[in-house]
């Protein structure tokens, strides 16, 4: 295994060791974060399992991963925004998305195509954080921002799902020119993946101080 994948190993594991610490401190929208991030470690440590047993194609898993990381992380934003209009629309985005995923490799892609609901749903989950950014600038609410949990975590969000937008857009076109490219360019999005799971550590480790 290429040692740049076990700092992405540790960037999870560390989400997982801090969110099950600090367990008890984590209000409702969070447990959905938890739950996320102990899902994604389980699904990293799973794959490098098969790779190692010889199951070099794991295209399939793309059509199962997409819907459950963003159903997780949308409830996220749907239990922060419980109390507003907002939430009945991210509601009605998530049955919608959902519906999408699993009529997707039934009629338009085949399993062994590179799912492109993962490039729509980042789309979808940048949206949510800059509402949530938004949310925070009209309110004034949050005295000091780097001692609030969200903070941290809708910053998680916001910057990886950008990056895996552009990544997942370009994804075939960047194996269509270059596999040697195309294993460079996941090299250094591997840092954006590092970034993600260490801001969301941070994220738990401040909800020790609500």
Not at 22 to 33: A, E, P, Q, R, V
Not at 83 to 98: A, P, Q, R
Not at 145 to 154: D, F, K, Q
Request: aromatic letters at 22%; one cysteine or more; glycine letters at 4%.
């Amino acid at each position: 295994m290429p040692f740049y994948l076990y700092f992405n190993i540790a960037s999870e594991l560390s989400a997982v060791i801090l969110g099950t610490i600090f367990l008890k401190s984590l209000d409702k929208k969070f447990i959905f974060l938890y739950a996320f991030v102990c899902y994604a470690f389980a699904t990293e440590v799973g794959l490098h399992i098969l790779s190692k047993l010889g199951a070099h194609n794991t295209l399939p898993g793309t059509h199962f991963y997409g819907p459950i990381e963003f159903l997780l992380l949308s409830l996220m934003y749907y239990y922060h925004f419980k109390s507003s209009k907002i939430s009945k629309w991210i509601l009605f985005i998530l049955v919608l998305f959902e519906v999408y995923c699993i009529t997707n490799p039934l009629f338009i892609q085949g399993l062994y195509e590179y799912s492109n609901t993962r490039a729509i749903s980042g789309l979808i989950l940048v949206f949510f954080s800059i509402l949530y950014f938004h949310d925070v600038m009209v309110e004034t609410k949050i005295g000091k921002l780097s001692a609030e949990p969200m903070i941290w975590i809708n910053t998680a969000i916001l910057l990886y799902f950008s990056a895996n937008l552009f990544y997942n857009v370009l994804f075939t076109m960047i194996l269509e020119y270059s596999r040697e490219f195309s294993k460079l360019v996941s090299v250094y999005f591997t840092f954006f993946n590092v970034l993600f799971y260490l801001l969301i550590a941070i994220g738990f480790f401040k909800t020790k101080k609500i």
